[in-house]
């Protein structure tokens, strides 16, 4: 098996972006645990290239279909239709490596969104912008036969998402076992846009015309909801990184909810929201107890405090998002 920087050669060679007997210069940039990515320094200037990898970066066992890597380059292609300036330029892709070339866009003009969050930056209008941006394309795809029929990744997302966060939650927590597979069960069986899967703020640029997303490897026909719980989700955790900004955070939540439910007008609003509502307690209890913990809540005491918050709403769910924010709120409170 080639070294990975000689398959990206392959690749880029494939692609007709390089002659294989001259590779450009490569340097590989820190990014996620399910992809190794590359800066390569081509004469009309960067990119960066993505590849798949079968086994994820992380301390639990955990497999995913490299195949994946198709359908984030395709998730990006329809997104890109839809709101142009919300993806980074893309370039060319490469089946047989499970990988894609996209445009290198230079840190100084678009700050990762999680990069902000850590140093306690909470701008209501960037959660505002994500939600608008979300919501649309959401809306655009909603309802399409060939979206759905072009990502039919219903194996891929439970993989990735639904059995490491929720399944494997569900198996450190057996009295919620229950409840948490009614949640698997509702997620997998709602079919309504092209959902992203991964919008975090380690997967959002701030860029000049307004947050760009990235790493849309979850890219799944199904519920809109997903993603907005998966986003509200680190929004509280980061309260734990960042106490100081924590009544940020807190407004940030609002805002981001706010202006996506603004934008729902495929299903009735307060349907996406009591799903995203059930589902949100259930993605921040896996964030301390799933297979991919966030690496920012280590102390025993702050797990602790998710897990109290999340297992009394996991056993009632509430059908307003706010509730949710209040109950962590609360709880912050308590034990500050």
Known sequence: MPEPDAI????????????A??????TPLPGGVSSDIWRIDLPAGPVCVKRALPRLKVAAHWEAP????????EWMCEAGRIVPSSVPPLVAHDIEAGCFAMGFLAPEDHPLWKTQLRDGIARETTARAVGERLAAIHSATAGRADVQARFATDDI??????EPYLVATAA????????LQAIVSRTAGTKH??????I???NILIGPDGPIFLDAECAWFGDPAFDLAFCLNHLLLKCLWSPAATAAFLRSFDALAESYLAGVDWEARAAVEERAAHLLPGLFLARVDGKSPVEYVTAEADRERVRL??????RKPPAALAAVREAWAERLRRTA
């Open 157 to 162: 997302f439970h993989a990735i998402r639904l």
């Open 200 to 202: 975090s703020p380690k």
């Open 8 to 19: 990206i050669v392959e690749a880029l060679t494939r692609m007709g972006l390089v002659q």
């Open 21 to 26: 007997q001259a590779p450009p210069p490569m």
């Open 193 to 198: 846009v092209l959902v992203h899967g991964d």
């Open 66 to 73: 490299v195949e994946r890597n198709r359908y984030e380059w």
């Open 172 to 179: 450190r927590h057996p009295d919620l076992a229950d409840r």
């Open 309 to 314: 918050t999340a297992r009394p709403l996991i």
